[in-house]
């Protein structure tokens, strides 16, 4: 269980932002007001999204980057499947009340119920997709940014569980359709983890067969 638990926090920092806070402004109130507005608005409307992505993860303790490439899937309201192509083939899979880890070689099927950690991890992971339900400050403190051709979010852990495992998250918010550009884990010994959203195709049909766990 303790491997389980590990390779799925993993996966948690698969998402990041491409761009320093420093290009980003303190957003005034009612900017603030409008953005969890547009955002909310654009959760209920996106029923879909494929796209691909590039990752980077950066290692505090190395002058290296890891880099990857897959393409990400998601359908309202709990289907999600990260797909890694390059340099090795990896499925995560959410799927309802389902986590898959998919090596190729090793399957792992996970009751998100039977852990209440895995389950927070879910919904994360899913809240930064698609930017629903990010606004609970039972769970964070919030920041609002705005920039030139996106805003920002970001959410700092209340509670213990979470603290441990990533010292903030950064959404990024395209301002057009304000679908999720990225979003930015920096976790407690100063990893970060990179990842660019590209050719979003938003609300194009998708077949749940894409999201199946056996």
Not at 1 to 17: E, H, Q, R, V
Not at 41 to 63: G, M, P, W, Y
Request: glycine share 4%.
């Amino acid at each position: 269980m303790k491997k389980l638990i590990t390779l799925f926090l993993c996966i948690l920092t698969i998402i990041s932002s491409a761009k320093a806070q420093s290009d980003y402004k303190p957003a005034s109130e009612q900017q603030q007001k409008e953005m969890i507005q547009n955002i909310n608005e654009s959760s209920v409307n996106l029923h879909t999204l494929r796209c691909d992505f590039v990752q980077k993860k950066t290692i505090s303790i190395l002058a290296d980057e890891m880099v990857s490439e897959g393409r990400l899937f998601f359908k309202q309201n709990d289907k999600l499947k990260w797909e890694y192509i390059k340099p090795y083939q990896y499925e995560f899979i959410i799927n309802g009340d389902k986590v898959m880890l998919n090596s190729g070689t090793t399957k792992n099927v996970i009751n998100i119920n039977s852990n209440k950690l895995f389950k927070e991890i879910s919904n994360i992971i899913v809240a930064g997709i698609n930017g629903s339900g990010i606004f609970d400050t039972s769970k964070f403190l919030f920041q609002f940014k705005t920039g030139t051709k996106d805003n920002m979010v970001i959410l700092k852990p209340k509670q213990k569980e979470l603290a441990l495992m990533f010292n903030e998250i950064r959404l990024r918010f395209n301002k057009t359709d304000y679908t999720v550009n990225s979003v930015e884990i920096e976790e407690p010994n100063g990893d970060i983890t990179l990842i660019e959203m590209k050719n979003k195709q938003i609300n194009k049909e998708l077949s749940d067969e894409v999201f199946a766990i056996q």
